[in-house]
């Protein structure tokens, strides 16, 4: 991710914190051969005011309740300790600790355990608990645009609601699925074309994966084309560089959002190439429009240099991240001497004024 959620968009928790005191509630009352309160009883007393009239939840609490019917003591403790573990969101991501997925729990409870959960991360845009956290991180973040790819603007609250996207999937680890800290809004395309339903904990082998967490993420990932080669990639009206992106940490969790996201893959075709001849453009106007104009070579590859400055200082806004890579990349061959790319980058600037 190019930056992360503030961590105060997973405090308005209250009703995954509700469902997992339920759930413990009726497993202890169950292995203690105890009467199970009925509802809305079973709703702890400082929720129940927002919750005794959702007979959807009750109807499927009760489904869970007789799902229980010949379990024993040891099966009871197994789905807790399940439930526990897989709201450990942050821990899991950077490997301190697994968990089971549903397929591992008794099978007589797995279908109303989905049904619940599910049910319930469908509750949270009826309790206004969405939207109030996509106000709170439209406010905090810095930049309007979805951070697992830096491109896909979000709309402003009042508008149509943006994916959010189960970082463990809900198929998988439906005890999180009404937990905020495992809901994170997500671009469209990064969530129905690209993410879809992979479990973020392991690859398509099977292997356990680190992945950074959401919601702690202090310094995000910078993007470095200066391995980049020019006029070795698809021809345009002439060849395109050859991109080499690397990213900067070259960590684990940095190797699967690439992996899962498709990120290399998409800012070679959908933006670097796309754009490369638009983006030399609008550095000519640039130059154009500056004070002082840029006339010889030692003041453009200045030029080059300021622009790159320039667009890293504007973040990831209007793309500006990637601008700033692709100027210093610009500026690092003109430097050097590459007589081809002099040629070109002067053709534009002196050619346009």
């Not at 991180?137 to 979000?154: A, K, L, M, S």
């Not at 950074?212 to 698809?234: A, H, M």
């Not at 061959?333 to 050619?351: A, K, S, T």
Request: charged share 25%; aromatic share 12%.
């Amino acid at each position: 991710m190019y930056f992360g959620y503030p961590i105060e968009a997973t405090t308005g928790n209250w009703f995954h914190e509700c469902m997992t005191e339920v759930i413990i509630t009726i497993n202890t009352l169950r292995k203690a051969g105890q009467v199970i309160p009925e509802w809305p009883e079973i709703i702890p007393e400082h929720y129940r005011a927002s919750l005794y009239t959702r007979t959807g939840l009750k109807d499927r609490l009760k489904v869970y309740r007789e799902s229980l019917e010949g379990l024993s003591n040891v099966d009871l403790d197994h789905i807790s300790n399940a439930m526990i573990m897989q709201n450990e969101i942050s821990r899991l991501l950077s490997g301190e600790c697994n968990c089971e997925s549903i397929d591992e729990l008794p099978i007589s409870v797995r279908g109303p355990i989905i049904d619940l959960f599910t049910f319930g991360f469908k509750l949270l845009t009826d309790l206004g608990i969405r939207d109030s956290q996509y106000q709170l991180i439209y406010e905090r973040t810095p930049y309007h645009v979805c951070p697992f790819c830096g491109c896909e603007y979000f709309d402003a609250p009042k508008g149509p609601r943006e994916a959010l996207d189960h970082y463990l999937v809900e198929s998988k680890y439906p005890f999180a699925a009404a937990n905020l800290k495992n809901l994170v809004p997500m671009g469209n395309k990064c969530n129905s074309r690209y993410k879809l339903a992979q479990d973020i904990l392991y690859d398509n082998e099977g292997h356990r994966r680190h992945s950074s967490y959401p919601y702690n993420i202090v310094n995000g990932v910078q993007i470095s084309l200066l391995r980049s080669e020019p006029f070795e990639g698809t021809s345009s009206l002439f060849p395109l560089p050859r991109w080499q992106v690397d990213f900067e940490p070259a960590s684990e969790e940095v190797s699967t959002w690439d992996t899962v996201f498709h990120i290399e893959e998409r800012l070679k075709r959908d933006v670097l190439d796309s754009d490369f001849m638009s983006w030399l453009g609008e550095f000519s106007v640039w130059c154009r429009d500056s004070v002082a104009r840029p006339i010889s070579q030692e003041r453009i590859s200045e030029a080059l240099l300021r622009y790159s400055d320039s667009m890293k200082e504007n973040g990831i806004k209007d793309r500006a991240f990637l601008k700033a890579a692709v100027f210093l990349m610009l500026h690092n061959y003109y430097q050097q001497g590459n007589q081809r790319l002099i040629d070109l980058v002067n053709g534009v600037v002196i050619g346009r004024m």
